[in-house]
């Protein structure tokens, strides 16, 4: 009995120290799972870093202004070119589309709904609150 119950134990040993050493390795493989991924995301961060500096780079007023004098053949801006608010045409007024359509197919015309004539069907009235 005593070399039965020494047999389970040593088993019960080697079954834990398995156990501890698999979750020690996979502790490890996602640790360095773990370290890869912070790599990569600063990698990322790095080439957001220097995408933003040549945007600004490229975006330099001096550059801008040049590109647009080269390319655009731009006229110079003329007094006849400017208008007042008064001389623009008032917004035309807004139309109910979907009332239009439900017009003309005869669906806006009033309905009468059928009252129930039973006790039941009452409509309760509102108390107002005593003060």
């Known amino acids: 009995m005593i070399r ?3 047999m389970i134990a040593i088993t019960a040993l080697i079954a834990s120290a398995v156990y501890a050493y698999s979750i020690k390795y996979e502790t490890l493989f996602y640790s360095e799972q773990v370290a890869k991924l912070r790599s990569k995301v ?3 961060r790095d080439a957001i870093a ?3 500096a040549e945007w ?3 975006n330099r007023p001096d550059r801008l202004q040049a590109a647009a004098d080269q390319h655009l053949d731009l006229q110079p801006l003329k007094i006849q070119q400017l208008a007042r608010l008064s ?3 008032n917004r035309p007024a807004r139309e109910d589309e979907i009332g239009r359509k439900l ?4 669906l806006l015309a009033p309905t ?3 009252r129930d004539k039973s006790a039941d069907a009452r409509t ?3 108390q107002t609150p005593r003060r």
Do not use: I
């Open 112 to 114: 009468s709904t059928p």
């Open 103 to 106: 017009e003309a197919l005869g």
């Open 56 to 58: 600004q780079y490229l």
């Open 4 to 6: 039965f119950l020494h």
């Open 87 to 89: 001389d623009l045409p």
């Open 42 to 44: 600063q990698r990322e």
């Open 50 to 52: 220097v995408l933003q």
């Open 124 to 126: 309760p009235a509102t």
